[in-house]
């Protein structure tokens, strides 16, 4: 089975200070992708990049990159340069080639401070 | 190019009343996923449809509670006889293709349903 483990409930950080989310992963299938959400107070999922399990450069999305170590098995989103408009909860996720279906994490409150 | 259209965005049903939660599917994509979202906890995978088959269903309980994804139409969540439990914010997920794993076949969601049962 997959599973997805975010250790942080909650993070404060400074506007314009870049912030690194951790996410470890836990699955026995070798093809796997691994996603980033967003999910302001209004509610919606807003997906934010994509790492594929056989991808060998670390995904980068303008301010977001995703810092993949597969032997660690973690996959933290890092956001440089943070703005106020980031906070949220953010969620960390997973498919793999046996279950196409997302498993997530319980995610991180992010909050930046001005 | 409508996203993936859910509703009733609020929903509020007595204990024992039923409520059906619909899900149109962005244009083209023939997989639909439900997903169950508690307060302050990730989102639950609840049963994944293509068109008039139920592909996965390992996260729906047992009772109760039923999805279709019929030829036409949109995507129906069904919860009988709801309980306060069920009270949750519901998510629709639509995507393209399933891939291998490796490649990004990503689901976008809808805006959720927010199902408050008193």
């Known amino acids: 089975a997959q599973k997805i483990t975010q250790t942080q409930p909650g993070m404060f950080v400074q506007e314009k200070e870049a912030v690194t989310l951790d996410c470890t992963y836990d699955t026995s299938d070798p093809s796997y992708g691994l996603f980033w959400y967003k999910q302001p107070s209004s509610g919606e999922m807003i997906f934010l990049i994509y790492q594929g399990s056989y991808d060998q450069q670390n995904a980068t999305e303008g301010r977001y990159s995703l810092n993949f170590q597969k032997a660690r098995k973690s996959a933290n989103l890092v956001i440089s340069a943070s703005q106020l408009g980031d906070s949220a909860m953010y969620f960390c996720?997973?498919?793999?080639?046996?279950?196409?279906?997302?498993?997530f994490g319980q995610g991180t409150r992010l909050t930046i401070n001005p | 190019n409508a996203g993936v259209m859910q509703n009733p965005r609020h929903l509020v049903r007595r204990r024992g009343q039923e409520a059906r939660l619909r899900c149109s599917p962005m244009?083209?994509?023939?997989?639909v996923y439900w997903y169950r979202q508690l307060p302050e906890e990730g989102l639950k995978f609840m049963v994944y449809l293509q068109k008039e088959n139920i592909i996965d269903e390992s996260g729906m309980p047992k009772e109760r509670f039923s999805a279709e994804f019929p030829k036409e139409g949109p995507s129906i969540l069904r919860i009988q006889q709801v309980v306060r439990g069920d009270s949750a914010a519901y998510f629709c997920?639509?995507?393209?293709?399933?891939?291998?794993?490796?490649?990004?076949?990503?689901?976008?969601f809808g805006q959720g349903t927010r199902l408050t049962v008193v």
């Open positions: 996720a997973m498919t793999t080639q046996g279950a196409q279906k997302l498993v």
């Open positions: 244009k083209g994509h023939s997989h």
């Open positions: 997920a639509s995507s393209k293709s399933v891939g291998t794993g490796t490649e990004n076949t990503e689901a976008f």
